[in-house]
């Protein structure tokens, strides 16, 4: 993009024969509204369209919201963030970091902590940011063996610890055949259900 006087921009790209076909026949469905034809309002209506879809799903901005803040539930259930709740967290933050790309909702308590979705707990970050912060609320080298396993960086799982789940944990299933399992490997031996069920463990961050 070449910007040519305030306000306007020269944009020249390469199309494949896929996309100009794409634009013909959006060129033919729009004549109605752009009787000219004109690619640059055709593509700019298209990409405001798509602009929109996208801000509705990651951040939650609707015209017509089913729910305002008032009727959401924010207790940390789960690791999803309610709409209603993004929404305000993007209205107040989205202009804070200058970067526009890869843009992440963080927990100021982290959720694998126990915070919760409320407003005054999330914060839009970069992914930059994000993964600093993370690593002030847990540690270098935590934060490098999650990413080392594929996790995301800045939501660690909840953790087991004895006789009580922690919010946001899923308890692995039983292996089939498991002394505890009840399965063939208990036949001839001890019932499971004569056998104390230990506790489930994992890493806690």
């Not at 109605?32 to 951040?59: C, H, N, Y």
């Not at 993007?90 to 843009?103: F, M, P």
């Not at 953790?159 to 009840?182: C, D, F, H, N, T």
Request: aromatic share 4%; net charge positive.
């Amino acid at each position: 993009m070449e910007p040519l006087a305030s306000g306007r921009y020269r944009v020249e790209f390469t199309a494949s024969a896929q996309l100009h076909d794409k634009l013909t026949r959006l060129q033919a469905l729009m004549r109605s509204s752009v009787p000219g034809g004109d690619l640059a309002v055709i593509i700019e209506e298209a990409v405001t369209e798509k602009l929109e879809r996208l801000e509705a799903r990651r951040f939650g901005k609707t015209k017509a919201p089913r729910k305002d803040l008032d009727q959401t539930d924010t207790t940390p259930t789960s690791r999803h963030i309610p709409a209603a709740v993004r929404r305000v967290v993007h209205e107040r933050d989205g202009g804070r970091c200058k970067a526009r790309d890869r843009l992440e909702f963080h927990h100021r308590k982290p959720f694998g902590r126990g915070g919760d979705h409320s407003p005054e707990n999330i914060a839009i970050l970069c992914a930059v940011h994000n993964a600093l912060v993370a690593e002030r609320d847990y540690g270098k080298e935590v934060m490098a063996r999650h990413r080392g396993s594929g996790g995301r960086v800045s939501e660690p799982r909840g953790v087991y610890s004895i006789g009580k789940r922690v919010a946001g944990a899923r308890q692995r299933p039983r292996r089939e055949g498991s002394r505890l399992s009840g399965g063939p490997a208990s036949q001839g031996a001890a019932s499971s259900n004569s056998l104390p069920r230990r506790p489930m463990f994992r890493n806690f961050w």
